[in-house]
């Protein structure tokens, strides 16, 4: 018998992070997910019954917030390589707290705009300090294997979280309903503890550089920006991380409007996400130690996408038990999309950013995934709900581009990195 109870601590253990700072982080992750992801799950109801905005108002303002978050990523990244990346991360997860607990308080179309642009900014803040934090606080060889355990809690943490909004919704009380930014704003307070009592970086942040390496820091030829290889990466990194787009938005339109599956459907569809993300992310990371490695994961993960495109297009001409099995396929191809190209991204962006200017490189990172925000939602939508299949065949096709400019992109970058310690020396 103890034998079994230590084989099962044994393997909790495992599923959780193989370090105490992998499982530390990985208590934060599930914490601040669940504030997030139950605020998340409410929001419509939140935003349209307490704050009194339209379905449209809600929609121009999530927009103006991606043009804001589009706008500050660098800047903010400079800001954490300035300040220090541990440092940025509490005082943005702090401001944070204060602004949930705000929400209760606001009202009109406005209101709501400015405060989406203030979380904006902040959010942009804590993604910048908190990606830094977590390369330079691990080792190379542990870096991606630690963001997939992290990952896995992070959906773990939303899944929690969805259920209690869930619970509150169920209520139909408005005063619940009012209460949930209040609870995030809560366990966001415990996040901001928990992140201040996580080990500082030594010797890796910004203001930890020696005088001479600050200077050459600060010069402009060394700037992210500059390092066009990097920049190209992120953008086609963005392209293949629309995967989410497909998951959330694409797919679930096409099953209602375009199929005979029923819409509970829908209810399995996301359980078996949350299922796969949870328990296979630390698989698909697995042996992702390099540029090489990296950019294999990223073809698996476009590999999958083009599959799903390829798999859900045809439900349109099918019936019964066969559009239900061929669409639940192609959900969990494109939940595949997810965990390879969450871990082919952590390799790359983890490889080709400047040890002394994390930050910044989070920032430059952060401009494709925003700027995916944007265009793809409007556009994906248009290409498979109007066009069809030759629409879910452009999507493809769009996709197979981004896979295609990936890996040169990223060879630009290494070399990039790798003449600058030349050209420092000269």
Same mark, same amino acid.
């Not at 010069?219 to 959330?248: D, P």
């Not at 509970?264 to 993300?277: E, K, S, Y």
């Not at 990936?406 to 060879?411: A, K, R």
């Given at each position: 018998?103890?034998?079994?109870?230590?084989?099962?601590?044994?393997?909790?253990?495992?599923?959780?992070?193989?370090?105490?700072?992998?499982?530390?982080?990985?208590?934060?992750?599930?914490?601040?997910?669940?504030?997030?992801?139950?605020?998340?799950?409410?929001?419509?109801?939140?935003?349209?019954?307490?704050?009194?905005?339209?379905?449209?108002?809600?929609?121009?303002?999530?927009?103006?917030?991606?043009?804001?978050?589009?706008?500050?990523?660098?800047?903010?990244?400079?800001?954490?390589?300035? $300040?220090?990346?541990?440092?940025?991360?509490?005082?943005?997860?702090?401001?944070?707290?204060?602004?949930?607990?705000?929400?209760?308080?606001?009202?009109?179309?406005?209101?709501?705009?400015?405060?989406?642009?203030?979380?904006?900014?902040?959010?942009?803040?804590?993604?910048?300090?908190?990606?830094?934090?977590? $390369?330079?606080?691990?080792? %190379?060889?542990? %870096?991606?294997?630690?963001?997939?355990?992290?990952?896995?809690?992070?959906?773990?943490?939303?899944?929690?979280?969805?259920?209690?909004?869930?619970?509150?919704?169920?209520?139909?009380?408005?005063?619940?309903?009012?209460?949930?930014?209040?609870?995030?704003?809560?366990?966001?307070?415990?996040?901001?503890?928990?992140?201040?009592?996580?080990?500082?970086?030594?010797?890796?942040?910004?203001?930890?550089?020696?005088?001479?390496?600050?200077?050459?820091?600060?010069?402009?030829?060394?700037?992210?920006?500059?390092?066009?290889?990097?920049?190209?990466?992120? $953008?086609?990194?963005?392209?293949?991380?629309?995967?989410?787009?497909?998951?959330?938005?694409?797919?679930?339109?096409?099953?209602?409007?375009?199929?005979?599956?029923? %819409?509970?459907?829908?209810?399995?569809?996301?359980?078996?996400?949350?299922?796969?993300?949870?328990?296979?992310?630390?698989?698909?990371? %697995?042996?992702?130690?390099?540029?090489?490695?990296?950019?294999?994961?990223?073809?698996?993960?476009?590999?999958?996408?083009?599959?799903?495109?390829?798999?859900?297009?045809?439900?349109?001409?099918?019936?019964?038990?066969?559009?239900?099995?061929?669409?639940?396929?192609?959900?969990?191809?494109?939940?595949?999309?997810?965990?390879?190209?969450?871990?082919?991204?952590?390799?790359?962006?983890?490889?080709?950013?400047?040890?002394?200017?994390?930050?910044?490189?989070?920032?430059?990172?952060?401009?494709?995934?925003?700027?995916?925000?944007?265009?793809?939602?409007?556009?994906?939508?248009?290409?498979?709900?109007?066009?069809?299949?030759?629409?879910?065949?452009?999507?493809?096709?769009?996709?197979?581009?981004?896979?295609?400019? $990936?890996?040169?992109?990223?060879?630009?970058?290494?070399?990039?990195?790798?003449?600058?310690?030349?050209?420092?020396?000269?």
């Amino acid at each position: 018998m103890m034998v079994a109870m230590t084989s099962l601590r044994e393997r909790l253990t495992r599923m959780i992070g193989p370090t105490p700072l992998v499982r530390s982080l990985a208590g934060q992750s599930v914490i601040s997910a669940f504030g997030e992801g139950a605020f998340l799950t409410g929001s419509a109801v939140f935003f349209t019954v307490i704050v009194g905005l339209s379905a449209q108002q809600v929609g121009l303002g999530l927009s103006f917030a991606a043009l804001v978050r589009f706008a500050m990523s660098v800047p903010l990244g400079k800001l954490a390589d300035r $300040i220090g990346s541990k440092q940025m991360w509490q005082l943005a997860s702090g401001i944070e707290a204060v602004l949930y607990a705000a929400w209760p308080l606001l009202s009109g179309f406005w209101a709501f705009v400015a405060m989406m642009a203030v979380m904006a900014v902040v959010e942009s803040g804590r993604r910048a300090g908190r990606g830094a934090y977590a $390369i330079a606080i691990f080792p %190379r060889e542990e %870096r991606v294997k630690s963001q997939a355990y992290l990952r896995a809690a992070r959906n773990v943490g939303y899944t929690f979280g969805a259920l209690a909004a869930g619970v509150a919704l169920a209520t139909d009380s408005d005063a619940v309903v009012q209460a949930v930014p209040l609870a995030t704003a809560f366990l966001l307070v415990l996040n901001a503890v928990w992140v201040f009592r996580l080990p500082d970086v030594v010797g890796r942040d910004r203001e930890e550089l020696p005088v001479e390496k600050a200077v050459e820091h600060a010069g402009e030829k060394s700037s992210a920006l500059r390092n066009r290889g990097f920049f190209l990466m992120s $953008i086609c990194n963005g392209v293949l991380g629309t995967h989410g787009v497909l998951l959330n938005v694409v797919i679930p339109l096409w099953l209602v409007q375009e199929t005979d599956a029923p %819409r509970v459907l829908l209810a399995w569809l996301f359980g078996t996400n949350t299922v796969m993300a949870v328990f296979l992310q630390v698989a698909a990371a %697995r042996g992702v130690t390099d540029v090489r490695r990296s950019l294999v994961a990223q073809y698996r993960g476009a590999a999958c996408f083009v599959l799903s495109c390829l798999i859900v297009l045809v439900t349109h001409d099918t019936t019964g038990f066969v559009t239900i099995a061929l669409v639940w396929i192609g959900h969990v191809t494109v939940t595949g999309s997810e965990l390879y190209q969450s871990a082919g991204m952590w390799g790359l962006i983890s490889e080709l950013s400047d040890p002394e200017r994390l930050g910044e490189y989070q920032g430059v990172s952060g401009l494709g995934y925003t700027m995916g925000d944007v265009w793809a939602p409007a556009l994906y939508t248009f290409l498979a709900m109007t066009w069809g299949a030759p629409g879910w065949i452009l999507i493809a096709a769009i996709v197979v581009v981004a896979a295609v400019g $990936i890996g040169p992109s990223s060879h630009a970058a290494e070399r990039y990195l790798a003449r600058k310690p030349v050209a420092t020396s000269a």
